[in-house]
């Protein structure tokens, strides 16, 4: 883990809360859940200049809120659920791609698989909250690195062990944060049915009610004898893989 990686496999930057900035080996850039207008915990200039993808799990403004400007300036592909990418669309988003839970979509060297999450989804659209389809995760199938299972805003769900028993991710994105998502105890029940390698934390400390930490996590696994890593990283930092 680092502030910057220079390295020519797969990078995985924090960009605080849920905002992620993923490259991979052949130099897709890929952004999840962008929030850089009043996030609290966005570092500094880490807005990323080029954008093949973005990635949208669910339509709440802590994972939407940057979506039509990046998508304005960069135009990339914007992935997500059918109902929310067709308010994106009448939002102005040019290249809206709609999903649904269990299809797949290539794009690049991704292949982009939904899955269920266990949560709310809403956007403000034309001065009203509307309802934007079921919220949702994604696994990240990409040529030439591990494969990660990015999980949204989610509580534990058994069929985590299924998204394992199909895919096997390595790397597994999880909320711990607790309050709006699971927490550190949830979320190593969720490692306990995923077993990946490496989990790399999000959705905490944000704000004062998000008060699940990497460290509890960590000793949920002892507890539970589950030899997985968890990277305690902070905004700004990446994993290289």
């Known amino acids: 883990m680092s502030q910057e990686s220079d390295a020519k496999g797969l990078t995985i930057k924090w960009l605080g809360h849920a905002s992620l900035h993923i490259k991979t080996p052949k130099g897709t850039s890929i952004l999840v859940d962008p929030w850089f207008e009043g996030n609290p915990k966005q570092p500094a200039g880490?807005?990323?200049?080029k954008v093949d993808l973005v990635l949208v799990t669910h339509g709440h403004g802590d994972h939407t809120a940057s979506v039509v400007s990046v998508a304005k300036k960069t135009t990339p592909q914007v992935v997500g659920m059918a109902e929310l990418m067709t308010i994106f669309g009448e939002q102005g988003v040019e290249h809206a791609v709609g999903m649904n839970v269990g299809g797949s979509y290539r794009a690049h060297d991704v292949t982009i698989t939904m899955t269920e999450a266990r949560h709310s989804s809403s956007i403000e659209h034309k001065g009203q909250t509307v309802y934007a389809g079921d919220p949702a995760g994604f696994v990240l199938q990409i040529d030439g690195a591990?494969?990660?299972?990015?999980?949204?805003?989610?509580?534990?769900?058994?069929d985590m062990k299924l998204i394992s028993e199909l895919y096997r991710p390595e790397i597994a994105i999880l909320p711990i944060g607790d309050h709006y998502t699971?927490?550190?105890?949830?979320?190593?029940?969720?490692?306990?049915?995923?077993?990946?390698?490496?989990?790399?934390?999000?959705?905490w400390g944000t704000f004062p009610a998000l008060t699940g930490t990497p460290e509890q996590l960590q000793e949920e696994l002892k507890v539970r004898g589950v030899p997985v890593e968890v990277i305690a990283w902070q905004p700004?930092?990446?994993?290289?893989?």
């Open 182 to 203: 699971m927490g550190p105890r949830q979320a190593g029940l969720a490692a306990s049915f995923l077993v990946p390698k490496t989990i790399l934390p999000v959705h």
């Open 146 to 158: 591990p494969t990660i299972y990015l999980a949204g805003d989610t509580s534990v769900f058994s």
């Open 46 to 49: 880490s807005e990323p200049s």
């Open 236 to 241: 700004g930092e990446s994993y290289s893989a």
